[in-house]
């Protein structure tokens, strides 16, 4: 809900005067690992009291974590982040609860490499490598109160708690997170017609509360030998609600009520694990992973007008999905260089059952089934690939992956517009070419071109119906997974004590890329458009002001513009950007630990610009801000604990969307009126208390 997450790393000030301090690189210790990684040790954090993997992560300099991509499968790896020189076999943890859960006293140090250079298949450009060992019994906690000025609910129930240890050839880590949101804003909304006319004032107030306690377990097992095995397994809830109190007055003194419910309450688990172990002149790993999902969900609007029956529709389905994988991978090294043969089978399901309600006069709901959104979806789906990675000179290495997908993908029950499922296969080549370079002690560069297959929601397949905004998906079985070509080259410079920079280049060409598309003559739904087209440059950067004088002090600056390309699939004679994407995006956090004492204190600022969305009847623009700005002070060490106070968006960012919605389709339907929401989400205040066990 209102104000959003997003990677706070931040990019360039000062990166001239950083150009003239040669002489302050780190020096790279003299044994573990080689020359050409720079590595952190616990001391480099010592200032900052990290609690866990994830804060000493953070405060690397110039390195911004990115997550694994939502990939068919397991497939490649494709984050920038390991634990152990291994990623994990699971799809439900992301790498920042991971680390998360290992805590600070278990971290040996922190490599950076350039993922070309190791064994693992996919990784690219700069790596982060933790290295921990759990000798003992240890455990953190952390809550984390929130509390808003205008409209939310305060959030209470936000935190974590972990442990961790080992007994002999086992390792065992149990946690209990619940990563829950209290948002709301409220203020007006004006509607005009399509003259320009005003014809409606509203005054609306949104809530959405959200909870996702989740319970987890990773066991880690040493031997027999020199082989590994892990098991992860996790159970989550996640209820959660969306509101919409709207107080709607027409320009003739008439006055009504809307009410809008939007509810779910999923429950998911997973339970995944590997066992590598020796094998002929090489190591066999072999993978398994087994998750589900039980969603009901419901959306109900019901609209009172004085002195008259409440009228209201209800739109509700229950969907059971899962996705079950096993995965071999055999590597070994032959004429120099390390070559890994992997091999995937993937089965994924999902059953939808939707309903579609009218309120009688009684104030009950009276269902009718939805058939167009009952059914269900299967794909089962088989990968391979061999990959071949070398040095080619001192300071080059070449990664080649060479590999294919064969899919079936079946559509189940019986769709309103077919009397028989629907089946289809597909073969997709797909693979890569990475180069790293290390191009001087201080520089380094990376190139990987790239053919994938992109993931798809089984849900899109359906028809939906959205009663918050008066629109409708009428379904699509010709649905089928994007695929693109891709080029990114990364840049690596490091300016020693004084900080570092990266620069991301990213160009994409999309085929059959997913977006809204026409159904039939008056219908839209998620489909594919023939082709499209990404450009994207990422920067962060670090400054420590140390070396200037400035002790204690740091910057760090985040930059990403995206530019995006497709024809409009409802008026080809236009090219518009992708929907609802943040085209623009920057910020910088500025972060003073004060010597000689256990305080710290800082602020951030950032900007965001969202591009227009367009469907069939409708096009707008819907995002928060532009702009969110931040302070915080800290106490590293109350009675052990780390206490931290934030007060967030000081700059009034607002929620926002500005609508235009047709009587007839685009581009050549009337414009039957424009809408413009201008939501207070007010100032919001944190308290975060972090600890060990």
């Known amino acids: 809900m209102p104000f959003p997450k997003k990677p706070t790393r931040p990019l360039l000030a000062l990166l001239l005067a950083c150009a003239s301090h040669p002489a302050l690189a780190e020096t790279a210790p003299e044994a573990g690992p080689p020359a050409s990684t720079t590595s952190f040790t616990p001391a480099d954090f010592a200032r900052f009291a990290p609690r866990n993997a994830r804060d000493m992560l953070e405060r690397v300099p110039g390195f911004a974590i990115r997550q694994e991509e939502d990939a068919r499968g397991l497939g490649q790896a494709s984050g920038n982040v390991l634990v152990n020189s291994q990623r994990l076999s699971s799809k439900s943890d992301d790498i920042l609860t991971q680390l998360s859960r290992i805590p600070a006293a278990s971290v040996e140090r922190i490599e950076l490499v350039d993922g070309a250079t190791l064994d693992i298949p996919g990784l690219t450009g700069q790596v982060a490598n933790v290295i921990a060992r759990t000798a003992s019994f240890s455990g953190q906690f952390r809550w984390s109160p929130e509390f808003r000025a205008h409209y939310a609910d305060p959030r209470v129930t936000n935190g974590e708690i972990s442990v961790s240890g080992r007994k002999d050839w086992l390792e065992y880590t149990l946690s209990l997170t619940n990563n829950s949101n209290r948002g709301a804003a409220g203020g007006p909304t004006r509607i005009t017609d399509g003259t320009g006319t005003l014809i409606q004032t509203r005054h609306d107030v949104v809530k959405a509360r959200r909870d996702d306690p989740k319970l987890a377990v990773r066991l880690a097992i040493d031997g027999p030998g020199s082989s590994t095995a892990n098991l992860n397994g996790s159970f989550q809830r996640i209820p959660r609600q969306f509101t919409e109190h709207s107080v709607r007055t027409n320009t003739d003194g008439n006055t009504s009520v809307r009410d809008l419910d939007d509810r779910a309450s999923a429950r998911k688990w997973e339970i995944g694990g590997d066992w590598e172990f020796p094998l002929g002149p090489g190591r066999l790993k072999l993978i398994g992973l087994n998750r589900q999902e039980h969603k009901p969900y419901s959306q109900s609007?019901?609209?009172?007008?004085?002195?008259?029956?409440?009228?209201?529709?209800?739109?509700?389905?229950?969907?059971?999905?899962?996705?079950?994988?096993?995965?071999?991978?055999?590597?070994?090294?032959?004429?120099?260089?390390?070559?890994?043969?992997?091999?995937?089978?993937?089965?994924?399901?999902l059953d939808n059952v939707a309903t579609l309600a009218t309120l009688d006069p009684d104030g009950q709901f009276i269902e009718t089934p939805f058939a167009e959104g009952t059914g269900g979806v299967r794909e089962s789906r088989y990968d391979t690939s061999l990959s071949f990675s070398r040095p080619l000179a001192k300071n080059l290495t070449l990664q080649l992956i060479g590999g294919a997908e064969w899919s079936t993908l079946r559509q189940t029950g019986v769709p309103a517009a077919q009397s028989q499922p629907l089946s289809r296969s597909f073969f997709r080549p797909k693979g890569s070419l990475s180069l790293g370079w290390k191009a001087s002690p201080r520089?380094?560069?990376?190139?990987?071109?790239?053919?994938?297959?992109?993931?798809?929601?089984?849900?899109?397949?359906?028809?939906?119906?959205?009663?918050?905004?008066?629109?409708?998906?009428?379904?699509?079985?010709?649905?089928?997974?994007?695929?693109?070509?891709?080029?990114?080259?990364?840049?690596?410079?490091?300016?020693?004590?004084?900080?570092?920079?990266?620069?991301?280049?990213?160009?994409?060409?999309?085929?059959?890329?997913?977006?809204?598309?026409?159904?039939?003559?008056?219908?839209?739904?998620?489909?594919?458009?023939?082709?499209?087209?990404?450009?994207?440059?990422?920067?962060?950067?670090t400054v420590q002001f140390d070396t200037l004088g400035w002790k204690g002090a740091r910057a760090d600056l985040y930059v990403e513009l995206t530019d995006t390309r497709l024809k409009d699939p409802f008026d080809p004679s236009r090219t518009i950007p992708y929907g609802f994407l943040t085209d623009r995006y920057w910020s910088i956090t500025f972060r003073q630990d004060f010597p000689g004492t256990d305080w710290a204190a800082g602020a951030d600022y950032e900007y965001n610009h969202a591009t227009q969305y367009h469907r069939r009847y409708e096009r707008g623009r819907d995002f928060e801000g532009p702009v969110f700005a931040g302070l915080f002070v800290e106490h590293k060490n109350v009675a052990g604990l780390t206490l931290r106070a934030e007060a967030r968006n000081l700059l009034n960012g607002r929620q926002r969307w500005d609508r235009e919605v047709y009587a007839a389709p685009r581009p050549t339907g009337p414009l039957a009126f424009t809408e413009h929401r201008n939501r207070l989400i007010g100032p919001i205040f944190s308290f975060t208390v972090k600890g060990n066990i």
Do not use: C, H, M
């Open 443 to 541: 520089l380094d560069v990376s190139l990987k071109i790239k053919r994938s297959v992109g993931q798809l929601s089984f849900y899109d397949f359906l028809a939906r119906r959205f009663l918050d905004d008066g629109n409708a998906n009428s379904g699509n079985a010709d649905l089928v997974p994007q695929q693109d070509w891709s080029a990114e080259l990364e840049l690596n410079r490091n300016f020693g004590k004084l900080g570092s920079t990266k620069l991301r280049l990213v160009a994409r060409n999309v085929q059959d890329y997913v977006t809204v598309v026409p159904i039939g003559a008056f219908g839209e739904s998620v489909g594919n458009v023939s082709s499209a087209r990404e450009r994207a440059l990422i920067s962060t950067t």
């Open 301 to 349: 609007v019901i609209t009172t007008v004085p002195n008259t029956t409440p009228t209201g529709d209800r739109y509700a389905e229950t969907g059971d999905s899962s996705e079950r994988i096993a995965r071999a991978e055999y590597t070994w090294k032959l004429l120099g260089a390390d070559w890994q043969l992997a091999g995937e089978a993937a089965f994924n399901a």
